[in-house]
């Protein structure tokens, strides 16, 4: 039953905003620690996000989202807040 319900429930993708069934997107957790699903709600990508973020290296992405507070604050908040750190982020390794 559960997995029939898991082809046709409908999620958002968190990067592009698009909406897909549970089955064309995969799962995403913040504190990533997808395997302890107790009480928890998942955010999702769709399988191209996905696919296009995962190429790229994630060390320090969790911590650097958590220090960003997101979550914390609407989206419009923390993209703006995201884009300042990563220009930041730019300025110094630029020297």
């Known amino acids: 039953m559960w997995l029939a319900r898991w082809r ?6 968190i990067a592009c905003g698009e909406t897909v069934t ?5 799962e995403y957790d913040k504190y ?18 996905d696919e296009e973020r995962c190429r790229r290296d994630r060390r320090g992405l969790e911590a650097h989202l958590i220090d960003l507070e997101a979550g914390e604050h609407s ?3 923390f993209v703006r807040r995201y884009m300042l750190a990563l220009e930041e982020r730019r300025r110094v390794e630029e020297g």
């Open 32 to 49: 990533g620690d997808r395997w302890d699903r107790e009480g928890k709600d998942f955010e999702y990508l769709c399988k191209p996000c």
């Open 75 to 77: 989206r419009e908040t």
């Open 22 to 26: 549970r089955d064309d997107a995969r």
């Open 8 to 13: 046709t429930e409908m999620v958002t993708c």
